[in-house]
């Protein structure tokens, strides 16, 4: 079984940065695909970034595209989320997926592996 952890997230002002990671433990994937989703409150989980194993192809939802980065440190097993020039529809609670594919996906539905989330708040 593998777990992700997330860490990072936190209550920013509009504008601001912050800096997700995700951790991979226990029976960790050789050769994942990772990704980021968010849910906020009444909608349903959407896509944010992916990337490939070991890290080629990133992957945006057009929401995201020229303010997040998605990178991987395959040593250090974590991937991260640099999320800049937030706005407060960035807030919502971010989830680390994990898939058992080098190919990078934006369907949550082919991930098996999730972390509990992280919440992140955008105040205007």
């Known amino acids: 079984q593998v777990q992700l952890v997330e860490s990072g997230g936190g209550l920013v002002q509009a504008g601001d940065s912050l800096r997700l990671s995700c951790a991979a433990s226990?029976?960790?994937?050789?050769?994942?695909?990772m990704g980021w989703f968010r849910q906020a409150p009444g909608k349903e989980r959407d896509f944010v970034a992916a990337i490939n194993w070991p890290g080629g192809s990133p992957t945006y939802a057009d929401s995201v595209t020229g303010r997040f980065t998605i990178a991987r440190d395959n040593a250090k097993k974590t991937v991260y989320l640099q999320m800049n020039s937030l706005k407060p529809e960035d807030t919502a609670v971010y989830y680390c997926?994990?898939?058992?594919?080098?190919?990078?996906?934006?369907?949550?539905?082919?991930?098996?592996?999730w972390g509990q989330g992280t919440q992140v708040t955008v105040s205007s």
């Open positions: 997926a994990a898939r058992a594919n080098w190919r990078q996906s934006r369907m949550s539905d082919l991930y098996e592996y």
């Open positions: 226990g029976r960790t994937c050789s050769s994942c695909a």
